[in-house]
């Protein structure tokens, strides 16, 4: 199974982005009963959770982050999309989608960069 991510880019503040993360190898009934999230690094700090979504789409979000990015995913396509709005410099940072299994095994993706400039 492979996570693979992309959207990321440069924008200023108050722009948008939408990160998206297409698993492959899997199947669809194995891609349904997972868990995804999108998470994010910068240098020197902790890989922090910014958003997630059950099998069931139950939704859990940063604090910071609720109200301006939204996280959903496309079971057919197999792809899990963080549309994040009103993006601020804070949110500069390397993007991370991860799987996790009902056993709790995980999947990472490679990262995607999100830059915002004031």
């Known amino acids: 199974v492979q996570l693979q991510a992309s959207g990321g880019g440069s924008v200023q503040a108050g722009g948008s982005l939408r990160l998206s993360c297409r698993a492959s190898?899997?199947?669809?009934?194995?891609?349904?009963?997972?868990?995804y999230g999108w998470y994010r690094q910068t240098p020197g700090k902790e890989r922090e959770l910014v958003a997630s979504i059950s099998s069931s789409r139950a939704t859990n979000y940063l604090e910071s982050a609720k109200g301006r990015f939204t996280i959903s995913k496309d079971n057919a396509r197999k792809t899990v999309y963080l549309q994040m709005n009103s993006l601020e410099p804070e949110d500069t940072a390397v993007y991370y989608c991860n799987q996790r299994s009902p056993v709790g095994d995980q999947i990472w993706g490679q990262g995607t960069l999100v830059t915002v400039s004031s």
């Open positions: 190898g899997i199947i669809l009934s194995v891609f349904n009963i997972n868990a």
